[in-house]
Protein backbone atom coordinates (compact mmCIF):
# COMPACT_ATOMS: atom_id res chain seq x y z
CA UNK A 1 0.00 0.00 0.00
CA UNK A 2 1.56 3.28 -1.09
CA UNK A 3 0.92 6.68 0.84
CA UNK A 4 -0.17 9.50 -1.48
CA UNK A 5 0.45 12.19 1.69
CA UNK A 6 2.89 14.73 0.09
CA UNK A 7 4.92 15.21 3.28
CA UNK A 8 5.94 11.40 3.16
CA UNK A 9 7.06 12.39 -0.35
CA UNK A 10 8.94 15.11 0.03
CA UNK A 11 11.50 13.40 2.16
CA UNK A 12 14.40 15.48 3.96
CA UNK A 13 17.16 18.01 3.44
CA UNK A 14 20.26 17.87 4.82
CA UNK A 15 22.63 21.28 6.20
CA UNK A 16 25.61 20.80 4.40
CA UNK A 17 27.86 21.67 7.10
CA UNK A 18 26.88 19.42 10.19
CA UNK A 19 24.75 17.12 7.96
CA UNK A 20 21.60 17.58 9.85
CA UNK A 21 18.02 16.40 9.39
CA UNK A 22 14.83 18.75 8.55
CA UNK A 23 11.67 17.49 7.51
CA UNK A 24 9.22 19.40 5.80
CA UNK A 25 6.35 21.45 8.47
CA UNK A 26 4.25 21.96 5.15
CA UNK A 27 3.36 20.01 1.66
CA UNK A 28 1.14 19.98 -0.99
CA UNK A 29 1.49 18.64 -4.30
CA UNK A 30 1.36 21.27 -7.57
CA UNK A 31 1.23 18.40 -10.14
CA UNK A 32 1.44 14.96 -10.75
CA UNK A 33 4.75 14.53 -9.77
CA UNK A 34 5.82 18.08 -8.05
CA UNK A 35 5.28 18.87 -4.24
CA UNK A 36 5.51 22.19 -3.13
CA UNK A 37 7.17 21.87 0.36
CA UNK A 38 8.39 24.16 3.73
CA UNK A 39 11.23 23.13 5.66
CA UNK A 40 12.27 24.46 9.20
CA UNK A 41 15.54 25.35 10.13
CA UNK A 42 16.88 22.16 11.69
CA UNK A 43 20.46 23.66 13.00
CA UNK A 44 21.94 27.12 13.45
CA UNK A 45 22.94 26.72 10.00
CA UNK A 46 20.23 26.57 8.14
CA UNK A 47 17.16 28.83 7.83
CA UNK A 48 13.67 27.80 6.83
CA UNK A 49 12.85 27.60 3.53
CA UNK A 50 10.43 26.21 0.87
CA UNK A 51 11.18 24.02 -2.45
CA UNK A 52 9.64 22.46 -5.66
CA UNK A 53 10.40 18.39 -4.88
CA UNK A 54 10.37 16.09 -7.42
CA UNK A 55 8.62 12.82 -5.87
CA UNK A 56 9.77 10.96 -8.51
CA UNK A 57 13.57 11.40 -7.37
CA UNK A 58 13.14 9.24 -4.42
CA UNK A 59 12.78 9.49 -0.70
CA UNK A 60 15.98 10.81 -0.05
CA UNK A 61 17.83 12.09 -3.28
CA UNK A 62 20.87 13.54 -0.70
CA UNK A 63 21.60 10.95 0.92
CA UNK A 64 24.70 9.83 -0.34
CA UNK A 65 26.19 13.32 -2.12
CA UNK A 66 28.89 13.47 0.55
CA UNK A 67 31.72 11.51 1.97
CA UNK A 68 31.09 10.56 5.45
CA UNK A 69 34.61 10.96 6.53
CA UNK A 70 35.92 13.89 7.89
CA UNK A 71 39.09 15.92 7.46
CA UNK A 72 42.52 16.90 9.29
CA UNK A 73 40.64 19.62 10.82
CA UNK A 74 37.70 17.63 12.10
CA UNK A 75 35.06 19.36 9.24
CA UNK A 76 32.96 16.92 7.18
CA UNK A 77 34.40 15.81 4.30
CA UNK A 78 32.62 17.63 0.70
CA UNK A 79 34.31 15.02 -1.49
CA UNK A 80 31.92 13.09 -3.67
CA UNK A 81 31.83 8.87 -2.23
CA UNK A 82 33.31 6.35 -4.96
CA UNK A 83 29.81 4.60 -6.50
CA UNK A 84 28.86 1.72 -3.76
CA UNK A 85 30.14 3.01 -0.76
CA UNK A 86 30.13 6.67 1.62
CA UNK A 87 33.68 7.13 1.37
CA UNK A 88 35.73 9.06 -1.16
CA UNK A 89 38.83 8.17 -2.93
CA UNK A 90 41.07 10.19 0.24
CA UNK A 91 39.03 8.21 3.04
CA UNK A 92 38.86 4.79 2.32
CA UNK A 93 35.81 2.44 3.84
CA UNK A 94 38.60 0.41 5.71
CA UNK A 95 40.42 2.86 7.53
CA UNK A 96 39.82 2.60 11.32
CA UNK A 97 40.00 6.51 11.70
CA UNK A 98 39.44 9.27 8.94
CA UNK A 99 42.30 11.68 8.51
Not at 26 to 37: F, G, N, P, V
Not at 56 to 80: E, H, V, Y
Amino acid sequence: MTSDDPLIHAGHVRCSTCRTASWPTDADWISETLILASYEAACEHATPHTWIVDATAGPDPAAALFCSGRTATGALCRNKPRPGTTRCHWHPATADQDR
